[in-house]
């Protein structure tokens, strides 16, 4: 389960066009799978970085 904080993550330029053409063409299903593949995916793994860290200390 995520934790409920302030996290930044970074979009490549491919990913930037990739966005960009969903929200030109109203596509809510790339959308979605957007939102899961790439934010989601990195928000989880910047979070489990942090769990990794704390652990050691």
Same mark, same amino acid.
């Given at each position: 389960? =995520? !934790?409920?904080? *302030?996290?930044?993550?970074?979009?490549? #330029? $491919? &990913?930037? =066009? !990739?966005?960009? *053409?969903?929200?030109?063409?109203?596509? #809510? $299903? &790339?959308? =979605?799978?957007?939102? *899961?593949?790439?934010?989601?995916?990195?928000?989880?793994?910047?979070?489990?970085?942090?769990?990794?860290?704390?652990?050691?200390?």
């Amino acid at each position: 389960m =995520l !934790e409920i904080r *302030r996290t930044a993550i970074a979009l490549d #330029e $491919k &990913e930037l =066009l !990739e966005l960009e *053409r969903i929200i030109t063409d109203g596509n #809510e $299903k &790339e959308a =979605l799978r957007f939102l *899961r593949k790439i934010v989601y995916e990195r928000v989880a793994r910047s979070q489990r970085h942090c769990e990794v860290f704390y652990a050691r200390d």
